[in-house]
Structures are given as C-alpha cells and as structure tokens.
C-alpha cells in the first residue's frame, strides 16, 4: 500500500514476529518462520489462524505486539466473520484506526473522540476545496467517520439524545459518501487505490457493525 495511506502490514516490528513464532513455533525452531514471515501472502494466511487471535486475546505476551499487528489481527478475524474476505480492506482499516487511537496526533481531522465529529464541519471544508486537496478531505471524512460510528457509536447515540444531533446512520452514511466520492475523483494521486474505496463505501455497513464488536468485546476505550 502507498506510503501515505493508513496501513499496518508494512509495519509490523521484530517484536511482532517474536509474538507469532511463539504462537506458531513454541519449540523455537522459527528460522523457516522467518522465510514465512517475509512472503506476504504466507503471512496473512498464518494471521488469519485461528490460534493467532486467541493468544492475542488471552496471552499476555500479547502486551509487546505493535498497535499495527493488534489491530490488523482483531479486524482482520472480525471481518472474516461477516464475508469481508479482501485483506486489503481490513489493513486499511486497521490502519486508520492505528492512526486516530495510538497516538494524541492533535491533528482536528484526525482525533478522535475529540477533533471534528460534525458532518457540517466536514461539508464546509470540503465546499472550498479542489482538485487533489478535496480527494485527501474526502478520505479523511471517511476516515473520521468510519471509526466514529465503528469504535464511538455510544457518543453519538449521546449526542443524539442530548442535543437531537444525527444518529449512527446518519454519519455511517455520510462516511460511505465520502469514500465513493474520494472513489471517484480523477484528481486523486495515482497510487490511490481508488478500488478499495469504492469497495470500503459498499461493504461500510457491514463494516461498522463488525467494529461495534470489535470495540466492545476486545478494545477499551473509556466512555
């Protein structure tokens, strides 16, 4: 995947490695491992074990793995769940998440809880931006909203109740939009995968329901 888009498989760090051959190897013998680890199909197919979530769930050697791999691995298996088999889509996504949730980036387009968490906010941004700069906002509405309504969906149920803001599906749409949108601007750089954002925008809902999930059963996230 491009250098400037959210990914985690490029990413991943020796401390990673040493967590799988754990899981795949406990005897020690890794070095055919290694050759594994180095072919990216081999490694996606070793990710997608089984055994691999279970001990990044339940073991706590789990703890030394980098934000890429957790991610990549809980939504990877959780899309797998629901027939979202490209593995593209769960590294994308996985990688959005890793850069709104493992660092404060102080970035307003890219905080989350905090940072802009309004459509408006979004839609008079976009309204005077062009070319090349109105594809990156594009992703970056997506992006914002697709963790929102994925990992945050009780905050905007509050602010729903509380101030009659739009609901779940409102912003749930509003990110499928801005991905077909970003989908199909010409002006995007050539190595955007305009393919998987069209694809993100249909699979959205499913997506976001896996996520709800994912953030209750595996990730704390505070209220």
Known sequence: ???????CCDRFTPADFSFLSSVLSPAGERKHLWTLWEDPEALREMLDLKEVLRALIDSTSALSVSPAFYF??????????????????????????????????????????????????????????????????????????????????????????????PGVEFYEDFARRAYRDAADNRCAPQDAPRRLFGDLALVLPTARQSLNKLAEEFVFLGD
């Open 72 to 165: 990549y691995v809980l939504v990877r298996h959780t899309f797998l769940e629901v027939d979202i088999t490209d593995p593209g889509l769960a590294d994308y996504v996985a990688g959005v998440m890793v850069q709104r949730l493992a660092s404060d980036t102080g970035d307003p387009l890219r905080s989350l809880p905090a940072g802009l968490t309004h459509a408006a906010d979004f839609v008079a941004i976009l309204e005077s931006a062009h070319g090349r700069m109105r594809f990156h906002l594009q992703l970056e509405a997506g992006n914002q909203f697709l963790v929102l309504t994925g990992l945050f969906p009780g905050f905007i149920t509050r602010r729903c109740q509380r101030r009659g803001a």
């Open 1 to 7: 995947m491009s250098s400037w888009l959210p990914s």
